[in-house]
C-alpha cells in the first residue's frame, strides 16, 4: 500500500484487522519506494520480508511521485505490467480517474468520507481482488 498519510494509515491499519489481513500488507509513503519495493532495492531487498505483492493500493496525491506517475513506470517496466494496480485515493475527479485508467489501473476506489466506512472497501477489496479475482502469472515471480 502507498500511503503519505500517516491518519490514512491509521485508519487501513484498522480496517486490515477487522478484515483479517494485517499480517499481509506493507505500506511505504511515495512512488520512489513503492519503485524500489517492487525491484527490491535498498531496505526492500529482503523477500521474505518483503514479498513481491499480489496486488497495490495506490494513492494519488504522494510527495516526491504521485501515484500516477507511479502507475506510469510501473506500466513502462515489463516485470511489473501484470500486477494489480487499485487506487484508492481521495480524489473523485474526473480527470484522475480517466488518467488512472488510460495508465491501466485495474480497478479505482474513492476513499469514503467517514473513517469508519475504510472497513467495507476493505471488506470489498478483499473479497473481489484477494477472493474471487484470478491472478495472472507475474514476470517478477
Known sequence: MAEDNEDEVFLLRRALAKARLEGQARFVGDGEQVLAYLRGEGEFA???QYPFP???????????????????AIRSDPRFRRLVVIFLTSSSQERDVNQAFDLQANSYLVKPSKPEAMAEIVEQVKAYWLGTNHFPACPME
Not at 54 to 70: A, H, S, W
Open 46 to 48: 529482503d523477500r521474505g
Open 54 to 72: 499480489r496486488l497495490l493500493l495506490l494513492d494519488i496525491k504522494m510527495p516526491r511521485m504521485n501515484g500516477l506517475e507511479t502507475l506510469s
